[in-house]
């Protein structure tokens, strides 16, 4: 019995190494690379459950995401698009097995908080390249033009090179002809450091701000608190280069909540927040024009979203129950043969889900972030530790929720991943402080 209690501990042990190490590249990694990753920790995941004979251990937040990674899959039945459908129902089903690896194998403080400092490394690389991304924008041209836009994205010579030995040898014609486009969309203008889209950048240095602030509170090693303070810069660098206004009031939100870990961090976040405004304003003028649009009624951006979000809503109407069906293929017709509108989704998440999956598919998310939320606000209620974590969460999971009033947020594998990656996190937090609140009731009432 002993040798197979060791047998399981060194197989969680691995997973859990995976784990750590897949989460801490996907994000480094191409978009078409971290799938990969995930889909090797998912295998691993699934043939240790077998060698136990065990099932997965699945929390209510759990069989919410799995009821609605479930009405993906049923909604390709009606989609215009079924390839491209089935895709996206796959991918959140792999995301679903990030969700349920990570809840199960972040079990100690130890590990939570190692999984913690390491993201928050990977948002200060990431945070770093889409500086240098926007330094060599304005100034690469002065040694030569084409670094200008060389490395923006990060991997854009690989994506070109995939994309065309996809298109044109890997993939079968009928497949080629379904998808939306057969290259990479580049925006040069904006940093998109290793992701294929400054938005989607943003995104994830909003969700793993509130590790590098946790880590520079909370870690009891100097050098790490240290290294969480630099990489917290480059994510405020990172974001500050995406030249994206939704996330820069994202962020804002977010950190006014981690000034509630307590009145001391408060002064701290607040001087680190008015200093890096001035810094910003002294080196990078550009951010704070691209700010003052903001609810401007002369810009084509906001006009263009009132218009989308305008078709979006009639569109629900018409097809209220069922939606249109899993993808955002159906919008992106929509949307350019009845309303002349070149975009490729609602740009709202709610409404995005909702012409999706319709009432049922937007009931069973509200649900999912209702109860994701409701599991957070316990957390920071069941001790001091809880507390900080929790905050550190619910700042991440604020963020991006205000970031999805103004765009589909989880359009894209790595951000969908690392949505369900953050979620699993948030429940392994739960169960681990939980854990710790149930011991010192047991030791409390042993010493009485």
Sequence with gaps: ??????????????????????????????EYIAPVLVFVVAVMY?????????????????RLCLAFVIWQFIGVIWTGNRTIGLLVAFLWALSFCAYLVTSETVNSFQRMEKIIFFISITGGIAGLIGIIEVFLMHFGGYISKSLTSMFNPFWRGLNYLVAKL???VILPDFFVNQLPNTQFVNISLRASSTFTNPLIFAYFLIMVLPFSVYGMFHSTLKKKRLLSFICLI??????????????????MLAVIILMFYSRKTAYKLL??????????AMVAPGVFQRFLTIGSTTDTSINLRYNIWHATIETIKEHPFLGLGTGVENMREILANQYHIYQPHAHNLFLEIFVEGGIFGFTLFAALLLYCAYRIF????????????GLSFLSGFVGIMACGML???????????????????????????????KTKEIAGAIDI
């Design 46 to 62: 699934f043939h240790k459950l077998k060698v136990e004979k065990r099932k997965p251990v699945i929390s209510t937040v759990g």
């Design 166 to 168: 996809a298109t044109t």
């Design 378 to 389: 316990q957390l920071c209620i069941l001790s001091n530790r809880g507390r900080a974590l």
């Design 407 to 437: 765009d589909h947020v989880l359009y894209g594998p790595k951000i969908v991943m690392y949505f369900m990656f953050f979620m699993g996190l948030a429940e392994a937090a739960f169960r681990i402080c939980k854990a710790e609140v």
């Design 271 to 280: 001087g680190l927040s008015f200093g890096s405004l001035i810094m910003l």
């Design 1 to 30: 019995m002993n040798l197979i209690a060791q047998n399981d501990t060194k197989a969680m042990d691995r997973l859990w190494r995976f784990l750590l190490i897949c989460m801490t590249l996907a994000a480094l990694m191409p």
């Design 234 to 251: 480059l994510i405020i660098g990172g974001i500050a280069s995406s030249y994206s206004r939704g996330p820069y009031l994202a962020t």
